[in-house]
């Protein structure tokens, strides 16, 4: 083993509950209960069409939070070398702030010498920076294998929006509704910050190297992964933007409902899945090992999802109309339609980081541009003529075929020595 890797596999390596899975997933359980309170919250206290602005102000924050960092942040996870990969995450954060900072400059003079901007959107966007700013240190200790902590990280502005919504209903101050994705998202990063000086994940950061000289070596990277990311935010947030657009707050808030909760067993175990896959398979490096290893780990996901998406194809029917009957029969239905969707997502998620860790930058950007396009051709082509459910059907079907030829490609990738 090189010296790189023995400090990969060494960086990798610690204590098992840190890289335990499901305790991972229990903390994403705890994000995603989170936003099904708070979508039930403002529904029943504000209505669906209210609920519709805060999901697409939920989307939005989303969707740029995790772009404006340029996937330096992915780059360093990436990286086996510690004293690069600290360089990258702090790349990461500056451009975070400077991106958060040069967009709010925008909206005022849009809302001052146009048109008026929507609270939602004023609200998502003074979220970005600190959110972007949490997923690099969530990031940060994936790379070293904490992958527990990282699920916390990521859960904490969730968990932390529940906290001020309550008191915000209790003074009749609905506008909290809104400024609560900001709000959480700032004394999330607050929370995070103070953990990460305290356990100092991810190595010193006076290690670091010239960071001009990486963000050139990492620029062809950056080129690459960029767009192929940003297609694929959009193609899971922009849907719900697109949707609000062409049929207004409501159906916006029940499509980004239905997207959620048929991707739930996806969040709850892919991006855990995900950061432990990656850093053995950084530790392993290429060898007779990788595919031994992607095959027990596709065999197991494989078994997981069937089992989430099974079970959750039971709970829809029963539970939905009694949590969420402001959005109607179409939340369940739309449900139904986009579970075999998630169920091969669930598998082909966390192989996806194989394309650009083995160089194959062009067929990983084909596949973002794929699924976007499944999405935003689903909505402009069904929508007008079969409304949600069109949607649904269409999305789930073209996009399945995307997600397979993603796991047919991963495979490939780690079996041929490029």
Not at 98 to 109: K, M
Not at 232 to 243: P, R, T
Request: glycine fraction near 8%; charged fraction near 10%; charge should be positive.
């Amino acid at each position: 083993m090189s010296s790189a890797q023995a400090d990969s596999a060494k960086h990798a390596a610690g204590p098992h509950w840190a890289r335990s899975v499901g305790a991972a997933a229990l903390w994403t359980l705890a994000q995603h209960g989170a936003f099904f309170a708070c979508a039930w919250w403002v529904s029943w206290w504000a209505g669906a069409e209210r609920f519709g602005a805060f999901g697409q102000g939920l989307a939005l924050s989303a969707m740029l939070s995790a772009a404006i960092t340029f996937r330096l942040e992915y780059a360093g996870q990436l990286e086996r070398r510690q004293r690069r990969a600290a360089s990258l995450f702090s790349l990461a954060q500056r451009s975070a702030w400077l991106i958060c900072a040069l967009l709010l400059a925008a909206l005022a003079v849009v809302h001052h010498q146009w048109v008026r901007v929507p609270l939602w959107l004023w609200a998502s966007t003074l979220a970005l920076a600190p959110q972007a700013a949490t997923l690099v240190l969530a990031s940060r200790c994936a790379r070293g294998g904490d992958v527990v902590r990282a699920a916390a990280l990521r859960s904490g502005p969730a968990i932390i929006m529940v906290l001020i919504l309550l008191p915000a209903w209790a003074v009749g101050w609905q506008e909290g509704i809104e400024w609560s994705i900001p709000l959480s998202a700032w004394m999330g990063w607050m929370v995070a910050r103070l953990l990460s000086l305290a356990n100092n994940p991810g190595g010193d950061d006076r290690r670091r190297v010239d960071a001009r000289r990486v963000a050139a070596f990492h620029l062809p990277f950056v080129r690459a992964e960029l767009p192929g990311f940003l297609l694929n935010v959009s193609a899971n947030h922009g849907q719900v933007l697109l949707i609000g657009a062409m049929g207004g707050d409501a159906a916006a808030g029940t499509a980004a409902l239905a997207l959620r909760i048929a991707m739930l067993p996806t969040s709850l175990f892919g991006l855990a899945l995900a950061d432990r896959l990656r850093s053995r398979v950084v530790a392993q490096g290429i060898g007779s090992g990788l595919t031994a290893l992607l095959r027990q780990a596709v065999q197991r996901m494989m078994a997981l999802s069937l089992g989430a998406h099974v079970i959750a194809a039971l709970l829809v029917p029963l539970l939905l109309p009694l949590v969420f009957p402001q959005q109607g029969e179409v939340l369940v239905s739309m449900v139904m339609w986009l579970l075999p969707l998630g169920m091969v997502r669930l598998v082909a998620s966390p192989l996806a980081f194989m394309l650009p860790w083995r160089g194959w930058l062009g067929l990983s950007l084909l596949g973002q541009c794929l699924l976007f396009a499944c999405a935003l051709l689903s909505v402009v082509l069904v929508f007008p003529i079969s409304g949600l459910n069109g949607v649904a059907v269409a999305y789930a079907i073209s996009a399945v075929g995307v997600y397979l030829g993603y796991i047919a490609t991963a495979w490939a990738a780690a079996r041929t020595d490029t």
